[in-house]
């Protein structure tokens, strides 16, 4: 067996990919030699297959829904030829060690590596664990916890506090291209708007609806999702875009505050880059009401200003960000609170000595 094969494996949205992809480089630097499972067209395979020296395998997976559906009766069976088909890559593959972030497309993966006796690392980013994570986690041989909240929703003998996973190079940013890129210049801050890695209808059209509001205040990157730009849309100070990677850190570096749905891996990177934010969690409604929790906890921190998507209207968000500016000082001072416990560090740590000998 090859000591140094690492398997990863995580999807279904980008904050399932994410600490993936800050982790991955620094097991490429160091000779390993790297496989990942995913789903067949989640964003995942979008993200894994663009770098190079990464062999990707699509497999199989259900969709683990939350409400009555005609698709749960056949999710059972397609969770079980993807627990096969991981079956036989993992012995195909022979990793010593596997990274999980999560994601209904990790639940056969982790199945799969408790067959072969190969031992598995979950990395649950919410406060609160997801169902997928609660579905793995007995077949996972360690848990580590984003929130020290979490820990008391973990499995004692195998859960570990971390802290956030952070990528470097969102600290590498260039103001300058930032703004470049969305055509903006210094003269009024940059509101950053995310609806997470599908895009939230609701935010985009009360954001383009409080444009004559908000432009004279603010400029505004929009990040809108896949095929949700509005083209008939041609404003000064407001560009849209559909999703950005590779540019990502130059746009953050450009950006003074931020309007955000509340998943984990995005708002401590905020956090982390000392952004302002003003967050709209997902409601119960779409969601099991883990971004709920995760704004709570932030609040409680003052690192952020919440609002419920509920509430969500023209008035009240030309208000809140309103608020959001008027208090970021204050918020800005808190974070520096907030000390990086050199997470990603620690986690390579733990996926060295965890794996197979």
Excluded at 17 to 25: E, K, Q, S
Excluded at 114 to 138: C, Q, W, Y
Excluded at 210 to 221: R, Y
Excluded at 335 to 357: C, F, L, P, T
């Amino acid at each position: 067996m090859d000591t140094n094969r690492i398997l990863f494996t995580g999807g279904g949205s980008a904050g399932h990919v994410i600490v993936n992809l800050a982790l991955i480089p620094i097991f490429q630097k160091e000779g390993w030699e790297i496989d990942y499972i995913g789903s067949k067209s989640g964003i995942e395979r979008k993200l894994i297959e663009q770098l190079d020296g990464i062999t990707y395998y699509p497999i199989s997976t259900g969709k683990l829904r939350r409400y009555m559906s005609k698709e749960n009766f056949k999710d059972p069976f397609k969770v079980m030829k993807g627990t096969m088909q991981a079956w036989r890559i993992i012995g195909k593959r022979k990793p010593s060690i596997i990274f999980s972030k999560g994601g209904f497309v990790s639940v056969p993966v982790i199945m799969a590596a408790k067959m072969r006796g190969v031992p598995a690392v979950i990395h649950e980013s919410d406060f609160t664990p997801g169902l997928a994570n609660k579905l793995a986690i007995p077949f996972a041989s360690k848990v580590l916890a984003t929130f020290p909240e979490t820990m008391k929703y973990l499995p004692e003998n195998k859960a570990e506090y971390v802290g956030a996973v952070i990528r470097d190079e969102l600290f590498q940013g260039d103001k300058g291209k930032g703004l470049e890129m969305c055509g903006f210049t210094k003269a009024k801050p940059v509101l950053l708007i995310m609806g997470g890695s599908g895009g939230s209808e609701k935010i985009n059209n009360t954001v383009r609806a409080s444009l004559d509001e908000l432009l004279p205040v603010f400029q505004i990157a929009h990040i809108c999702g896949i095929g949700k730009t509005d083209t008939s849309i041609n404003r000064d100070g407001y560009n849209q875009f559909e999703y950005v990677n590779e540019t990502l850190k130059d746009l953050f570096a450009a950006t003074d505050f931020v309007l955000s749905r509340a998943g984990s891996n995005a708002i401590f990177e905020f956090l982390a880059l000392r952004k302002p934010m003003l967050l709209i969690p997902l409601s119960k409604e779409a969601s099991r009401g883990d971004q709920i929790i995760n704004a709570k906890s932030f609040v409680e921190k003052r690192y952020a200003r919440v609002m419920e998507e509920e509430e969500l209207t023209e008035d009240s968000l030309v208000h809140e960000l309103s608020q959001l500016k008027e208090h970021a000082p204050i918020i800005m001072d808190n974070m520096k609170n907030y000390q990086s416990e050199k997470a990603r560090d620690r986690v390579i740590e733990i996926i060295k000595s965890s794996g197979k000998k």
